[in-house]
């Protein structure tokens, strides 16, 4: 039975084709902090309303985020009335917190550079109990369009979950058939894990999935402390660059692993630093969900870290793996494009070929000590056939240059810490004596 159902499904599976997410997705996201709040007589400044993604799209502009490529302004549940209006059927956002309606939330966000996000549900309602999208998918994807929205986030509250691979390709085609591109960002798999794990055997994410969603939830919700992050890194964990998961990832198609939780009062800066550069290496979607009004300096340094934004942003869009992994620390690696001098012509690279890597060092160890950890490219890259007896190293989190390195290079990383390099494999034979030079006389 169910061998026919997946046959089935993937004979109808069609494309979402957009064109959008060739990189991951940059912007900022309300739920972790904001939640449903929906008394703006008691809670006025943190309410679900058009006030709040207002200002937060405001201090985006202001603080920089946008111009770093942060430019999503992403509403979550809780947004809407809870009835469909009696006479067209449609949504309608909530009349007293959002007293201009969503298209002049859009029009405002679009003036500022900004674009704007939406929720609902593949099911009969919200998570929180508001109307979902379940019959209703051409005239909802029509009303997102007429709204100008440019994201919709599609959870999977109070849905069958048996029929998401009929109803998350159907919605998608809604979304294709309205005439306006919308990125489209699934909790299909989330789910899936959740109960079945039918996305990792046999495939989901390969064979439907990603010719579906632009991005999709792969586990748990994120919240404050550490222990939450952790557990999310652990499962990311991948080993290998055949994974289902790194297979899956791509120009157009990323796996997510929820939003950014930095600028929260419950994470170490180190511990956001840790984040933030894994979630670099994941190639994941890249959603602020703090209050924009309270963040910290240091916190606002960490998310607009130019060099490690670049990394998320490569243009391959190959997420990482976990290339060693020991109790107490692991080694994260991704493929980054390759410098022109090593590649010509418009086709991706073949896999593992690129003189250029992103590695993450992680210490898991949170109390006692730093921990010396090793990177050595011959063992931890897929690219025993090439020279890697020399490389060059860049600091991505202090942004200098560690100079030319023989064969191995270690350095002390601090407990609930990372180091974030940047790693680049030299020939001396081609290398000009200048580069050499300086490249030899920083010390590490």
Not at 32 to 50: A, L, V, W, Y
Not at 257 to 268: C, E, K, R, T
Not at 318 to 343: D, M, N, Y
Request: proline share 5%; glycine share 6%.
């Amino acid at each position: 039975m169910f061998l026919s159902l997946f046959i089935s499904f993937l004979q109808g599976v069609q494309s979402l084709d957009n064109g959008l997410a060739r990189t991951p997705p940059m912007g900022w996201l309300s739920w972790e902090r904001f939640g449903c709040q929906t008394n703006c007589e008691r809670f006025p400044d943190s309410c679900i309303s058009e006030s709040l993604y207002l200002t937060q799209a405001e201090l985006m502009v202001d603080l920089g985020l946008r111009e770093a490529g942060y430019v999503y302004v992403n509403i979550d549940d809780c947004w809407a009335e809870k009835e469909r209006d009696p006479n067209s059927g449609k949504l309608m956002a909530d009349k007293k917190r959002f007293p201009h309606g969503i298209k002049h939330l859009s029009d405002m966000f679009h003036s500022m550079g900004m674009k704007l996000g939406l929720y609902g549900d593949i099911g009969s309602a919200t998570c929180e109990g508001y109307p979902g999208f379940e019959g209703t998918f051409d005239l909802d994807a029509d009303t997102l369009a007429e709204w100008e929205v440019d994201s919709i986030k599609v959870d999977a509250c109070n849905a069958d979950e048996d029929l998401f691979n009929t109803t998350y390709p159907q919605f998608g085609r809604a979304l294709n058939a309205s005439g306006r591109s919308i990125l489209y960002s699934c909790s299909w798999p989330n789910d899936y894990y959740e109960r079945r794990h039918h996305w990792e055997i046999p495939d989901y994410l390969n064979n439907g999935i990603k010719q579906t969603c632009n991005i999709w939830r792969n586990y748990f919700d994120l919240h404050d402390p550490w222990d939450s992050i952790t557990k999310t890194i652990d499962f990311w964990a991948r080993n290998s660059s055949m994974d289902v998961m790194v297979r899956a990832a791509g120009p157009g198609h990323f796996n997510d692993p929820d939003m950014l939780v930095i600028g929260n009062p419950g994470l170490s800066l180190s511990e956001q630093q840790t984040q933030f550069s894994l979630w670099a290496i994941f190639s994941a979607p890249l959603f602020i969900s703090a209050d924009l009004r309270t963040i910290p300096p240091e916190s606002l340094t960490i998310l607009l870290n130019k060099e490690i934004i670049a990394v998320n942003q490569d243009a391959l869009g190959r997420q990482g793996w976990c290339a060693e992994e020991k109790p107490l620390w692991r080694i994260w690696v991704r493929e980054l494009t390759p410098t022109k001098s090593t590649f010509s012509g418009n086709d991706p690279p073949p896999p593992g070929s690129s003189d250029r890597w992103a590695v993450v060092l992680e210490n898991r160890q949170s109390i006692f000590h730093s921990r010396n950890i090793t990177f050595n490219p011959t063992r931890h890259l897929p690219t025993k056939a090439f020279n890697w007896n020399h490389f060059s190293i860049r600091n991505l989190v202090e942004g200098q240059d560690l100079g030319l390195h023989t064969n191995t290079f270690s350095i002390l990383v601090d407990e609930s810490s990372s180091a974030t390099l940047l790693i680049r494999r030299e020939d001396l034979n081609t290398i000009s004596r200048t580069r050499r030079k300086s490249m030899s006389s920083i010390k590490a």
